[in-house]
Structure formats: C-alpha cells, structure tokens
C-alpha cells in the first residue's frame, strides 16, 4: 500500500490519534483527538471532553477549532489544517466547514466508529427526511417582528461577514 501522505502529514496524525489514546487512558471522554497546524507549527489541539464536561457538543474537533480560534484572534482558520484521529461526525463537519481550514485529514472511519457504538448514521438519516417527518419535533413560530434581527444585520454598517 503507497502511502499519499508525507512524513509530517503522518506525525500531525500520529499525535491526533496519541491524543485520542490518551483521553480514553485518563477517563475524560471518548476516543478521539484533533490538532490544528498552520504554517508547520501545532496550533491547537483538542480530545473528546464529553462526558468529563457534560457538554455534548466538546467533540476533540470542536475543542481544537475553539483553540485555534482562541490562541489566532480569529474566527476563520483559512491557512489551517486539521488532523483528527477519526472521520469528524456531522455537528463536526458544520463547525469545520465555518472554520474554512484549507484541509482536513482523518484516520478512523464513521463505520469504525459506530462499530463502537459511536454511530452517527441516524443524524445523516434525519438530516434527509422532511422536517415534519423527523424523530425530534422542530416547528416553526414567526412571531410579529420575527424578522427585526435579520433586518438589523442587513442593514449593519458594523457587521462582519462570515
């Protein structure tokens, strides 16, 4: 099997995957870890802190992005690249694709993932159905006025796109 990666690629993806081992030796969530380079240089590093901060959305590629963001001043990682130690779930994959990073590498796959019980398959599912067809009710409440912050915003001389 050629490899289609370089030397540094792999030791970005090693220390993704070291992360990820470690965080499950510690007890402080599940088996994942991320690390964000830009310009040759570890910017940012992230591993899964579900359980350890009840927070559900403390995914190791969530946490890496609000580092890198943190430690550039930035909200756009455009001259980035992320390594994460198994292909990013879909809330992962909404934050990865606002963040901009130009590249994103990954190990482990979904199917290996949910081989250990961490199966993203149903959010892919009800992503596809109508919304009135999905397991979690969302209905829709436009109050007068409704639409006051997207006017303000478009309107905003102060605004910074994103």
Not at 130 to 150: D, H, Q, S, T, V
Not at 153 to 160: D, E, G, L, N, Y
Request: net charge negative; glycine share 6%; charged share 30%.
């Amino acid at each position: 099997m050629s490899t289609q990666w370089t030397e540094v690629q792999q030791r970005y993806m090693e220390e993704a995957v070291r992360l990820a081992e470690r965080n499950v030796a510690i007890g402080n969530g599940g088996p994942f870890g991320a690390v964000i380079v830009k310009d040759g240089r570890v910017i940012a590093t992230g591993v899964n802190e579900v359980t350890k901060k009840g927070d559900p959305t403390a995914h190791a590629e969530v946490q890496a992005i609000r580092e890198a963001c943190r430690e550039l001043g930035t909200f756009q990682l455009t001259d980035c690249e992320l390594y994460t130690s198994c292909e990013p779930c879909p809330m992962c994959i909404g934050a990865i694709y606002w963040a901009r990073p130009k590249a994103v590498y990954y190990a482990g796959t979904k199917d290996e993932a949910a081989e250990i019980a961490f199966d993203d398959r149903f959010i892919y599912e009800e992503l596809d159905r109508p919304m009135a067809e999905r397991r979690l009710p969302m209905k829709r409440i436009a109050p007068e006025g409704y639409k006051a912050p997207f006017e303000a915003w478009a309107a905003s001389v102060r605004k910074v796109e994103y």
